[in-house]
Nanobody
Framework: VQLQASGGGLVQSGDSLTLSCAAS?????MAWFRQAPGKEREFVSA???????YYVPSVKGRFAISRDSAKNTMYLQMNSLKPEDTAVYYC????????????????????WGQGTLVTVSS
């Protein structure tokens, strides 16, 4: 499975941005991770094939994850963006049930997109 992430950019604090991740095939679970300069890659949000969605507490209520199964595409609608949301955002996906159970663990995913940079200025 190949993943193509897009939608990053430079925005101001409080603005909105939507990221997309197109997969070349079917997946069981898809997720967004982010990595800020000098920090480890962290979980942001995940969505399973059945539609169940998960979020890191710092983005809950501001970000919304969704997927279009017909297009094998995942989206991340990011609202009320803050400077601390600045990072390279990576999409990840897998077909294994073990990954689905450990959706918040970067090492659980086999397939990764190339990353898209989100910069939020204050």
């Amino acid at each position: 499975v190949q993943l193509q992430a897009s939608g990053g950019g430079l925005v101001q604090s409080g603005d909105s941005l939507t990221l997309s991740c197109a997969a070349s095939g079917r997946t069981l679970v898809m997720a967004w991770f982010r990595q800020a300069p000098g920090k480890e890659r962290e979980f942001v949000s995940a969505i399973k094939r059945d539609g169940r969605a998960y979020y890191v507490p710092s983005v809950k209520g501001r970000f919304a994850i969704s997927r279009d199964s017909a297009k094998n595409t995942m989206y991340l609608q990011m609202n009320s963006l803050k400077p601390e949301d600045t990072a390279v955002y990576y999409c990840a996906a897998d077909l294994r049930s073990d990954t689905s159970a450990n959706y918040y663990v970067p090492g659980a995913y086999t397939y990764w997109g190339q990353g898209t940079l989100v910069t939020v200025s204050s």
